[in-house]
């Protein structure tokens, strides 16, 4: 069974980046949005610019994060809508770097159950 559902229509987009809160740090921004009443899932989307370099960069930048964040996945709250967007940095970064950075933010957003 899947963990969490992706992201996929532009409305949903749009609304996570208006009604939802951000959270950064040097390589990632998460955007969080809560889902109405009663929806206990939690929907999820990876992004990487073209800024990040070619398709196969930017494919590889985000299978490392989908898998950072399905390592985390039993510890991270649900009935969020989440947007997980890397920047100019994640592409530096190696796997452990990424994972870490990933962690930190969720905790900025309070997702991390304790």
Known sequence: M???QSLKKKW??????KKG???????LVL????????ENQLKVAFCAGKKLGSAVRRNRIKRQMRHA???LKDQIKRGF???IIARGRAEELDYDRLSHSLQDLLGKAGLLRV
Request: net charge negative.
């Open 2 to 4: 899947k963990t969490f």
């Open 12 to 17: 949903e987009f749009q609304e996570a980046f």
């Open 21 to 27: 809160h951000s959270y950064y740090n040097s390589s």
């Open 31 to 38: 955007y969080v949005c809560p889902l109405p009443e009663g």
């Open 69 to 71: 964040f399905l390592a």
């Open 81 to 83: 809508t989440l947007i």
